[in-house]
């Protein structure tokens, strides 16, 4: 039988987005009275990933970070440098250890549900938004949907874009081999035919680590091929070292200037990867979220249009402009990236990606950088 349950809230979808929106529900007494709804086929991930972020001092994911570095290496043919972060700290977690931290903390609340089934259909009415399970109907005021629209996928292609493809490597070696006080950002010596592709590894210790061989570019290449390329790298950077692979991971992260806040309604808010909270020019989205989802509570508790963060549009430019340059002129991104890190303050890079530089930081950045390849993109699609 059917049944009608009424809620607040109801946030689709117990991914990384979803997770920070509820937990940040939980940790709020001003939610305590409000009902709220996690909707998702499995709310336990199946599978697990690592997600990584930089931060100044310490932060609320600290108890499970697994890893974390206080210097970055960047690689190329022409440099190699070893970057001390002042004002931050790199960190990675696991997605399994991060949902683990945020359920034990929101079932502690009694206005919380979990359902595990499948929408089917969502109509929005003049005062709730209507929508229909697999085995029950739910009627909420306001949704969080992490579902990426249908829109997206029809029209995508109209906006420039590239593709963050990766496959990596957990591996364990005999013998140490890793510095674990500092992780690898981009590794450019070992290229797949001149695109703009790198390693990035992140030791956990002298011995153990995560190589992931990654691209932006406009295409992809088969999970053999990269499998291949990192195979490749670990000969001819580590010659007659031996290791076991002790786990894989691999996926793909849309670097898009399509504009998500078009799946936005009065009583429906796309988050995640289909509102926009990936980072279009990096395909960072972890502190985002945290971001978006600090925001949206005080919208609520304020009684504002509930919009999460707003990118400025001078941002929007910058990674529009700078997908472009990565979609049409693939192979000037390791001369970019090369100028970036060994141009570039690092504190103040981090900053800038994070959108709280001023515009004056923001202007002598880019002048750090080649011009040609991004006055070339200001005429391109």
């Known amino acids: 039988m059917v049944s009608d349950f009424k809620f607040d809230y109801v946030i689709i979808g ?10 940040q529900f939980s940790e709020n007494k001003f939610f305590d009275s409000k009902r709220i709804a996690i909707v998702d086929r499995s709310i336990i991930p199946e599978s697990d990933r690592i997600l990584s972020f930089w931060e100044e001092n310490e932060g609320v994911w600290d108890t499970v970070v697994h890893s974390s570095w206080n210097s970055v290496l960047f690689k190329s043919a022409d440099v190699n440098l070893n970057i001390h972060l002042e004002n931050h700290t790199y960190k990675s977690l696991y997605f399994k250890e991060f949902s683990s931290f945020c359920l034990d903390k929101i079932k502690r609340k009694p206005n919380f549900c979990f359902l595990e089934e499948e929408i089917l259909s969502i109509n929005e009415r003049a005062e709730l938004v209507e929508l229909q399970l697999t085995t ?6 306001f949704v969080f949907d992490s579902r990426i629209s249908e829109d ?7 906006f420039p874009s590239v593709i963050q493809s990766f496959k990596g490597w957990e591996v364990v070696f005999e013998e140490a081999v890793f510095d674990e006080c500092s992780f690898t950002m981009m590794d450019y010596r070992y290229q797949w035919n001149n695109s703009n592709s790198f390693m990035y590894i992140l030791p956990s210790s002298n011995k153990k680590a995560l190589l992931e061989y990654t691209f932006f570019a406009p295409f992809t290449i088969l999970n053999s091929e990269l499998d291949a390329q990192i195979k490749g790298y670990l000969k ?3 010659p007659n070292k031996k290791y076991t692979i002790t786990t894989t991971e691999a996926g793909e992260i849309p670097m898009t200037s399509y504009p998500f806040s078009k799946g936005n309604t009065k009583k429906t808010l796309k988050i995640g990867t289909a509102g926009g909270w990936v980072k279009a020019s990096t ?5 985002f979220a945290e971001k978006n989802a600090l925001l949206i509570v005080d919208q609520i508790i304020k009684q504002a249009p509930i919009r999460g963060y707003k990118q400025p549009k001078r941002f929007k430019f910058y990674d529009k402009l700078f997908i472009k340059v990565l979609k049409n002129q693939n192979t000037k991104g390791p001369e970019i990236f090369e100028k970036m890190y060994s141009k570039v ?11 709280t530089t001023s515009l004056k930081e ?3 950045i880019l002048l750090k950088l080649p011009y ?3 006055i070339k993109a200001l005429f391109l699609k």
């Not at 029950?136 to 005021?141: I, T």
């Not at 997206?152 to 109209?158: H, Q």
């Not at 395909?283 to 502190?287: A, D, R, V």
């Open 14 to 23: 117990s991914g990384v987005a979803g997770l920070h929106v509820a937990y």
């Open 136 to 141: 029950s109907n739910l009627k909420s005021g």
């Open 152 to 158: 997206y996928f029809l029209n995508k292609n109209n």
């Open 236 to 238: 001819t950077f580590f």
């Open 283 to 287: 395909g960072y989205s972890f502190k």
């Open 345 to 355: 303050k690092l504190n103040v890079l981090f900053r800038f990606l994070d959108e």
């Open 362 to 364: 923001e202007i002598g």
């Open 372 to 374: 040609w390849p991004f």
